[in-house]
Antibody, heavy 122, light 110 residues
């Protein structure tokens, strides 16, 4: 069974840092691309970042570019999101997702973790 | 303000057919495939439709998707109480080089 489990969320002060982890199981981690998506309380989904299977292609949403860093460790079957200079508006549940697809059919997020809550507050 | 536009709410009675629209532009829906995600309260999003109209294994054929130009639609036929959830559309935006989502449509089964 494909599983993605996020951790590392919690309460942090504005300006602080946090590192989220997403541990995967049930499939070959190294062969896939991944994304981070967040959802502020009572709000919609916001895509944050993408990393390809080789770790050579990375994209960020403008709202987090320069503050957040995505990375992956194939040996640990894990995806990470380093979050620096956190702001009140970063308060959200953060989800990791596996991305599938190809140039012909397009791409999609086929599996999601349950999320980890990050609260930025003084 | 979401890049893709969805109605905030929709409703129907059991057995009815409902549709949810998603409007974008040439740089996202117009040039790329559209995916739909279902999110029940307190749970993570779940892939419902990918590549405009493909259903992952396990998704009932009551759910269908379509795309025309820069808009897409999700149709749910034979509405059931367990379909009560929030539905999000998504597409890659070539101009922004980001994934964009709709604001979500909360479906109520009356």
């Amino acid at each position: 069974e494909v599983q993605l489990v996020e951790s590392g969320g919690g309460l942090v002060q504005p300006g602080g840092s946090l590192r989220l982890s997403c541990v995967t199981s049930g499939f070959s981690f190294s062969g896939y691309s991944y994304d981070w998506v967040r959802q502020a309380p009572g709000k919609g989904l916001e895509w944050l970042s993408y990393i390809n299977a080789g770790g050579t292609l990375i994209y960020y949403a403008p709202s987090v570019k320069g503050r957040f860093t995505i990375s992956k460790d194939n040996a640990e079957n894990s995806l990470y999101l380093q979050m620096n200079s956190l702001r009140d508006e970063d308060t959200a549940t953060y989800y990791c997702a596996r991305e599938l697809g190809n140039d012909g059919e397009g791409y999609w997020f086929d599996s999601w973790g349950r999320g980890t809550l990050v609260t930025v507050s003084s | 303000q979401s890049v893709l536009t969805q109605p905030p709410s929709a409703s129907g009675t059991p057995g009815q057919r409902v549709t949810i629209s998603c409007s974008g532009s040439g740089s996202n829906i117009g040039g790329n495939t559209v995916n739909w995600y279902q999110q029940s309260p307190g749970t993570a999003p779940k892939l419902l439709i990918y590549s405009h109209n493909q259903r992952p294994s396990g998704v009932p054929d009551r759910f269908s998707g379509s795309k025309s130009g820069t808009s897409a639609s999700l149709a749910i036929s034979g509405l059931q109480s367990e379909d009560e959830a929030t539905y999000f559309c998504a597409a890659w935006d070539d101009s922004l080089s980001i994934w964009v989502f709709g604001g979500g449509t909360k479906l109520t089964v009356l």
